[in-house]
């Protein structure tokens, strides 16, 4: 009778503690994924003051051959690069880029934003070598072109967690969260968050060319990969 | 036997304690209001404040474009929802234009930026298989809130005229489609897409406005019937109070092009809510504070804007214009608050594990040097010595 007992409480806790999220990680997080855009980097620049002034190289890759172009105002002060492309980022601010010439998708512009959240710690001779590496994928890019949106967090692996698997052509570990998912306490979870990247379908107002769209965030072009 | 009687009221315990489940999850949990709240100090106010995080503003002295500070699109979220007028392909689409219609404006499948917080009268025309067909929709764009505001950032609101929405439409039926983002209980796949809800394909009784609220965050609402906005000599349309207004013809199959002007505000009727008070705070990274002035570039401090006894601007409850009839207005905060004593004396435990281990520092050196003897005649140095 007592082993039964037993046996019945664990089996009764076991359910509970099923039942609770497997990402959470029992901490308070105000911030999430779905915040408005540049308040998550707002708060790191805030909280860590020196972050906002080191030019972190990010690099955007394709699926295939194509152009990102960076923005520093206006749609005319594009900067037009062959991808992959990199280019200096802050922490704390947010950059509108266009994606567009891509070979499988002729006459598909997107234009994703790139929320800095963290920096990298290379040595610094080598700090062009070791960008954020930024990759959209064929999938993404036709969820964007479906009206719907595609939130990315992009973390730095805690070396004691890190997924034990391979990476094939250099692809990124990718995982695919639920939308209830906290991604920004998942990738704190899983290591340290360093960016945000969001790509849905909307495109600058063709009758408005000073459009809000743009991002005006400094920028620093360094050498391409 | 007793025994099984303790055993079984041991059990229900048990069991009715992890039914409850909410105490042992919150046990070992702290909350914080989330990060909407903490940039606001208050209802209608706006920040920051005492203990709240970055502002919703652009400093002084910067323009107020997208991105200049950190975190700067917060500070400029989309002002504008770009509608997707999918189809039917080849549809019209024109708006009001205060007392005239601009015609061709789109045509579909075709975009727009439309103004938040108004309404708008559309005019679809030329839809294909429905010759004669004109239908003068108005369209609710609704405002930026934080659930939406990455959504509007990056996505347009896809709208699409489908032949059961033209024949209720021409059967004299009212058809009501709201667009919203969906709370993530209700999203059933792991990106966020928006989602529609048509008044013709709920049960009856039930508005797609507020069950649209219910599941998620309204960003705009089509109501489509069949009244003509454009009759000859109309009384109740456009032109107001029996009289033919101007009309001017913009047409924009010739080239011309005019942007929608709003036919009403976002609400059904009275004015807009009166922003948040910016009060002033710190600036952005590298940059000196900032102090709001009261009575220079700020209202003076103590002469509210409405009527609220809390000194603040607050909803327009007291009817402007009108005698104050408030008597009382009292604000309860009835939140349960256990944020602990102030600490008086801190220590700080803190331990290597495994410990610290490494040669002790050296305190005593023997240090012996043992020079060779030689005798005369073993050296060749110098050498006036052999």
């Known amino acids: 009778m007592r082993l039964s007992l037993i046996l019945t409480s664990w089996l009764a806790l076991a359910a509970t503690a099923a039942a609770q999220n497997p990402e959470d990680t029992r901490r308070f997080y105000p911030l999430d994924h779905q915040q408005p855009v ?53 922490v704390g601010y947010v950059y509108r880029v266009k ?72 692809k990124m570990h990718t995982e695919v969260l639920e939308h209830d998912i906290n991604l920004l306490e998942a990738a704190d979870r899983r290591g340290r968050p360093i960016a945000i990247v969001r790509l849905g379908g909307r495109i600058p107002d063709p009758q408005s060319p000073q459009d809000e769209f743009f991002s005006t965030s400094p920028l620093t072009f360094i050498p391409q990969p | 036997m007793r025994f099984y009687f303790l055993a079984l009221g041991t059990l229900v315990i048990v069991c009715v304690g992890c039914a409850d489940g909410q105490q042992l999850v919150r046990k070992n949990e702290y909350h914080a209001p989330p990060a909407q709240m903490l940039a606001q100090p208050g209802p209608m106010v706006g920040g920051p404040g005492p203990g709240v995080m970055a502002a919703n503003f652009p400093p002084p002295g910067i323009m107020p474009v997208n991105y200049m500070v950190p ?204 922003d948040a008070m910016v009060m002033g705070g710190p600036a952005g990274p590298g940059q000196p504070p900032y102090d709001m002035i009261a009575g220079v570039n700020a209202p003076m401090y103590g002469m509210p804007t409405v009527g609220t006894p809390i000194g603040l601007p607050g909803p327009p409850h007291l009817p402007y214009g009108r005698p104050a009839g408030l008597k009382s207005h009292t604000i309860r905060n009835l939140t349960s608050v256990d944020i602990g004593e102030p600490v008086d004396h801190m220590l700080i435990d803190v331990k290597h594990d495994p410990g610290i281990r490494m040669p002790h520092p050296v305190k005593h050196v023997e240090y012996t040097e043992t020079h060779p003897v030689y005798s005369p005649g073993e050296t060749s140095v110098p050498a006036w010595s052999n």
Request: proline share 9%.
């Open chain 2, 71 to 274: 975190g700067g699109p917060e500070a400029a979220a989309p002002r504008t929802s770009q509608m997707k007028f999918l189809g039917p392909e080849g549809m019209h689409v024109g708006w009001q234009i205060g007392q005239a219609f601009a015609e061709h404006q789109i045509m579909a499948p075709g975009r727009y930026n439309f103004s938040q917080g108004a309404t708008y009268r559309l005019k679809l025309s030329d839809i294909p298989g429905r010759e004669g067909l004109t239908i003068y929709p108005t369209l609710h764009v609704y405002p930026t809130l934080s659930q939406t505001s990455a959504y509007l950032s990056h996505n347009a609101l896809p709208l699409r005229i489908n032949d059961e929405d033209l024949d209720q439409v021409e059967t004299n039926n009212f058809v009501t489609k709201v667009i919203y983002l969906p709370d993530a209980k209700y999203q059933e796949l792991a990106i966020a897409g928006v989602e529609e809800l048509v008044s013709t394909r709920l049960g009856p009784g039930l508005d797609p406005v507020a069950e649209a609220d219910r599941r998620g965050t309204i960003m705009a609402v089509l109501r489509m019937g069949n009244m003509d906005y454009e009759m000859p000599g109309q009384t109740n349309g456009l032109t107001m109070n029996g009289q033919d207004a101007a009309i001017d013809l913009v047409d924009g199959e010739a080239g011309q092009f005019v942007p929608p002007q709003p036919i009403g505000d976002f609400q059904a009727a009275g004015g807009n809510v009166p």
């Open chain 1, 99 to 170: 994606i567009a010439q891509m070979a499988d998708y002729p006459g598909v512009e997107l234009y994703p934003t790139i929320e800095l959240l963290d920096r990298l710690h290379p040595p610094t001779e080598l700090k062009d070598k070791f960008p954020i590496p930024i990759e959209l994928t064929t999938a993404e890019i036709e969820t964007a072109l479906n009206d719907q949106m595609v939130t990315k967090v992009i973390y730095l692996e805690q070396p004691q967690l890190a997924t034990p698997t391979r990476q094939i052509d250099g």
């Open chain 1, 38 to 90: 540049g308040r998550a980097g707002r708060w790191q620049a805030t909280i860590y003051p020196g972050l906002s002034s080191y030019s972190q190289p990010v690099r955007i890759a394709l699926p295939s051959e194509g152009e990102v172009t960076f923005y520093q105002g206006s749609p005319q002060a594009g900067v037009v690069t062959p991808a992959p492309a990199q280019a200096g980022m802050q």
